[in-house]
């Protein structure tokens, strides 16, 4: 076991840049692999801030090394909850040693485990910072399990393709935070009446990480969505239609995605100049009417 806690922030970054060059040759122990660099405290406080932790948050440390992080957000909120995982025992045993120490062991517990066989499914907040190859190995794991929303947190190295949606660059090593997003890829229609009369939309998603896209049919009409945002759980776009019978109308949709439903309210600039606020609901389907035949008549 390497004991570097006590080394100062030279050594530190050494073993940091030995970490960067031991990626290349370690490809087929990675996944056991169990150096341990404790991230510098005030590096701690960075990610501790950076996810704004709140009351009851489940925070975790993947590869939890002497357990600092999730025992600081503990130190620092009294109502949060923690736990860790290593694949170092003696690191695990001087962790909750430590939780007992500072008198937090009902709130925070470490486990001898592999990172991929964490539960994450109920946590709010992950950090991890092992090398850069077994974070991108766990990506697909916290994109798959991890609930929308979930705050991931790492410092010095990314996620791959997976941008972060904020970076604390300010000074020491960079720290990173990725919300994870809902899933939207896929077929969803919703309906809505204006004027009294009754409107279906099928549209279609694509996405990439938090990056989505769309496009959307009612009637024989298509627009493409703008303004794409996607934030964990929270959707929003615009799209501006002409719809037949009522005219050309700007919608602003904003909801939350729950699985296989979007609920929220959709707010559209009629042509009158009149504002219409009705609720959303969106669901997914499996197969799409976007692709049925448009025919030729031109209005
Ligand atoms: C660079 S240290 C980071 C420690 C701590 N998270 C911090 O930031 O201070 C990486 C830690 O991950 C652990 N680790 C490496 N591979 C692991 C795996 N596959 N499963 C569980 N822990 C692992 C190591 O034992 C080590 O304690």
Not at 102 to 110: E, I, N, T, Y
Request: hydrophobic share 40%; glycine share 8%.
């Amino acid at each position: 076991m390497n004991t570097v806690s006590t080394m100062g922030p030279a050594v530190r970054t050494l073993l940091a840049a030995a970490m960067l060059s031991l990626c290349a040759g370690a490809a087929t122990a990675q996944e056991r692999f169990s150096l341990f660099v404790p991230s510098a405290q005030p590096t701690v406080e960075r990610l501790v801030k950076l996810a704004r932790i709140q009351d009851n948050d489940v925070v975790v440390d993947l590869g939890s090394g002497d357990g600092r992080i999730v025992l600081t957000a503990a130190r620092d909120n009294p109502k949060v909850r923690g736990w860790g995982v290593d694949i170092n025992e003696n690191l695990v045993r001087q962790s909750n040693e430590a939780a007992k120490k500072q008198g937090v062991s009902d709130r925070v517990q470490f486990f001898h485990r592999n990172v991929f066989d964490a539960d994450i499914r109920d946590v709010t907040v992950i950090n991890m910072w092992l090398f850069p190859e077994l974070m991108r190995l766990l990506r697909p794991k916290i994109l798959a399990e991890a609930r929308p929303g979930t705050r991931v947190l790492t410092h010095l190295f990314d996620m791959g393709s997976w941008q972060a949606d904020e970076w604390d660059k300010e000074a020491g090593s960079a720290v990173g935070l990725w919300i994870v997003p809902a899933k939207v890829e896929g077929y969803w229609s919703w309906q809505y009446t204006l004027n009294g009369i009754p409107f279906t939309h099928d549209a279609i998603l694509e996405q990439r990480f938090q990056m989505a896209e769309g496009v959307t049919r009612a009637g024989n009409r298509r627009g493409l969505l703008q303004n794409v945002r996607l934030r964990g759980e929270d959707f929003s776009f615009s799209l501006e239609m002409t719809l037949d019978g009522v005219g050309l109308t700007r919608h602003d949709f904003a909801g939350k995605v729950n699985g296989d439903q979007i609920k929220g309210t959709v707010k559209i600039a009629m042509p009158d100049g009149k504002n219409v606020e009705l609720p959303w609901t969106a669901r997914r389907t499996v197969t799409t009417a976007y692709f049925r035949p448009t025919g030729v008549e031109t209005k």
